[in-house]
């Protein structure tokens, strides 16, 4: 294995990587059991969104924009 800054060939460099990396590429067992991540199905579980975020948003941008209503009002 060459070090890090090292020159190698393309042949040599492609080597190390399959030596490495072999057992990730796409078809590996590691991608077929979804280990490798991607865009393949969603995740088991509750994909919902909750709802009280987007809530507290609308509750702070209606009382900034009864102030600011209320500050061009005066003036």
């Known amino acids: 294995m060459a070090k890090t800054g090292e020159k190698m060939t393309l ?5 190390a ?7 990730k590429l796409p078809g590996s067992t590691y991608d077929r059991t979804g280990a490798a991540g991607g865009y393949g199905a969603p995740p088991v579980g ?3 969104v909750p709802w009280w975020p987007y809530a507290i ?3 702070f941008l209606a009382a900034a924009g ?3 209503t209320l500050r061009l009002r005066k003036q």
């Open 46 to 48: 509750d994909n919902s």
């Open 11 to 15: 042949a040599a460099y492609r080597q």
């Open 17 to 23: 990587l399959q030596s490495r990396y072999g057992d």
């Open 66 to 68: 009864a102030a600011v």
């Open 57 to 59: 948003g609308a509750v």
